[in-house]
Structure formats: C-alpha cells, structure tokens
C-alpha cells in the first residue's frame, strides 16, 4: 500500500475510478469530464489535488482536496473542498476511505484553510469535523409569476443567447458581474469561469436587453433550475428572471443567498414559494477568521445588535465576536467565558440554519446576531 499525491500521467486512471465508483453510487452513467471540468485538466497542478491510495501496483482509493480562495465583502478566506471520496469496489471495506479523509484533513491544516466543505451523509463525514450548516434561499418562480406579479414590470426588449467556451467578450462580462458580489470563489481568467459555469452539464446563457448584456445564467440539464443568476444590479436581475422564463416557458427555481438582502425583499414579494435549504457540510478551522469575516458581511447589510459573546470552543480555544458603534469583528480570547461548547456545536451556534436556540440558551447579542449568512453556491463545488 501506497499513499501519495496524484500526477499527471494519473489522470486516465483517476477519472475510471471516479466514474465507475459514482455510476454504482448513483444508479447512472457519470462522465466526470462532463460532471465536474474544472477538476479534470490533464496536469501536474490538478491532478496532484487528489491524494490516492495504490495497492497492487493500481489507484484504488482517492480523496480530492480542491482550493476555493473566497473573497468575502473585500477580504480573501481559504476555503476548500474536501471530494470525490472513492474507492473501488473490490477494496470496500479495507479502512482506507478513513486513511484518506484523515491524510485529507492534515492537508487542510497544513496547507492553512480556515475552512472546508464537502457533500455527502453527515453520519459519515461528522467525524471529520464537518457539520451541516449555512443558509441558501431557494425561491420557485412560476410563468403565471411574470406575468401576474411585479415582475410583470421587468423583461421588456430581452434575448437570451448560449455563452460559448470560444465567446470572450460575453465570458469577460460574466466573470466581471459574478465577482462584483459581495461573496465570490475567485475565477481566475475566462477558461476556469466557463469550466464552473458548465459543471454538472449545466448550460451557460448571457442575458441582452436592448442588444447591452445586462446579466447572466447557467441551467441545469433538465431546465428546472437556474443554478447561476448574476446581473449588473437589481432591476437588471429581475429582468433576467422574466427573461429566464420566457425563454423557458416552464417553471423554474432559483437560489439567493442571505446577504443579497436587496433581492430578496423583492423576491419575497413574487415568488410562488420558498424555501431555506442547508447548502453543504463545513468544517471551520479557524473561527478566529471566518466568523470575522461573516459578522462584517452581515454588518454590510443590516444593523448589529450591541454587545459581544464569548465561547470556549474545546478543539479550538476561546473567541469573543462583538459589535458596537464603530467595529464588529472576531478576536481569540483569554479569559471565563460565556460559553462552552464542542466544535461541532459552536458551528451550529454560530452558522447554523437555526437560531443559536437551538444548540444552547443564548445571550442577547447571539440570539440577534446569530447565525451568520454562511452560504454556498452550488456550482463552486470542485
């Protein structure tokens, strides 16, 4: 048994052992190369993101650690996901899905993420750390919606073309309107933007009005879902909604997220219905960092209650997260403190998807403050 970094000339048998392992998981034919193309580019720098484990002279077990540099209002976090945990069929049962998410989890320390997220059964995955939390806003918008609501309003002198791999200019603009959010994982030129947008055989389509691109989506392959919704600002995202659905002429869904608080007043006011969905499992690493950088984001958006909190997080050590007049922020802690919990524990209290309540009785400036608008966008998985 050998454990080691993937490289290039792994590629082909990467890709095999990812796809036969996730076809029996699935119950259908899964073509990575189409599924996930930002993580399968045939070199050193992608492939050694994977840790695979070799016995009998082949690939067997794999367990990919992908950077997700995050810009959170103006200032960089290090997230990563932890996936594609796989290991053939013939070596289940052998310990070395556990070998590989435990090498997994030492790289994430060691190459100084403040956070991870992965997908998967939480029964599994808890162990390592990961807990469900953060809050996606997920919003069903009907035909009878744009036509009988305000959105009645929006759409006027609309086009929807498809975004090619080849189309510069319309890549450029996307990628310039999609990091102009207040949360964003870094795409790095125009390639890597057409790989996300297209993950999970998602279709990339810009958004004209009056010939002036005004925004941009991506759909999913059954066309029920707009996985991807960005635009230049409010009144031209409510157009790209209206013009979604006209060229769609069905029903569709859409995911906001806590902090796009503008859209979601007025989405609340159309919308056929909604719901609040847990976007992955995270695991925080460093508290210190993220909570800082989420009590900032929700500042950005609405007014802190005064006061702070203390926790003693037992696998961390001690925080104190605070708001007055002037600042709000997250700083360690030398002293009692207000709280005591687990690392687990102190993930739901601080991002759970509800109120701190639910984990223990808060304080006053927790039961305002809490949960922080962790979220995620479901295309910024690999």
């Not at 259908?28 to 070799?54: I, Q, S, T, Y």
């Not at 319309?170 to 990091?179: C, K, N």
């Not at 909570?291 to 950005?300: E, F, G, H, P, R």
């Amino acid at each position: 048994m050998e454990i080691k970094r993937l490289k290039k000339e792994n590629y082909d048998e990467l890709i095999s052992l990812l796809n036969l392992v996730f076809s029996k998981q699935n119950n259908c034919e899964m073509v990575f190369e189409k599924e996930l193309p930002n993580m399968c580019v045939r070199d050193d720098a992608h492939m050694r993101k994977h840790v695979g484990l070799f016995a009998d002279d082949k690939l067997v077990s794999v367990v990919g650690v992908y950077p997700l540099p995050t810009m959170v209002l103006n200032r960089e976090i290090k997230f990563c996901t932890v996936g594609n945990v796989a290991t053939h069929p013939d070596y289940e049962g052998l310990g070395y899905m556990n070998i590989l998410l435990n090498r997994a989890m030492e790289i994430v320390k060691e190459e100084g993420y403040d956070a991870c997220r992965l997908g998967g059964d939480r029964a599994r995955y808890l162990r390592f750390g990961f807990e469900l939390c953060g809050r996606n806003y997920s919003y069903y918008i009907t035909t009878k919606n744009t036509k009988k609501s305000l959105l009645s309003n929006y759409g006027k002198n609309t086009s929807v073309v498809e975004i090619l791999s080849s189309d510069e200019a319309s890549l450029t603009f996307a990628r310039r309107v999609y990091h102009q959010n207040k949360v964003s994982v870094i795409r790095n030129d125009n390639a890597e933007m057409f790989r996300v947008m297209t993950a999970w055989k998602n279709i990339p389509y810009m958004v004209l009005k009056n010939d002036v691109p005004i925004g941009y989506f991506t759909l999913t392959p059954d066309k029920k879902t707009a996985s991807e919704v960005y635009a230049t600002d409010k009144e031209a995202y409510f157009d790209t909604l209206v013009a979604i659905s006209n060229y769609l002429s069905e029903d569709f869904s859409v995911t906001l997220f806590e902090h796009d608080i503008d859209l979601i007043r007025e989405m609340n006011k159309c919308a056929e219905y909604m719901s609040i969905q847990i976007p992955s499992n995270f695991n925080v690493v460093n508290f210190e960092n993220v909570v800082d950088a989420y009590i900032k984001l929700k500042a950005s958006y609405t007014r802190l209650a005064i006061g702070g909190v203390t926790i003693s997080i037992k696998e961390y050590g001690k925080i104190k997260i605070f708001a007055n007049d002037n600042d709000c922020g997250c700083t360690k802690f030398d002293g009692e403190c207000d709280f005591e919990l687990s690392k687990s524990e102190a993930t739901r209290f601080i991002f759970g998807m509800h109120p701190p309540v639910s984990v223990i009785e808060p304080n006053m400036f927790a039961k305002a403050n809490f949960p922080l608008p962790l979220s995620w966008n479901t295309q910024n998985r690999v």
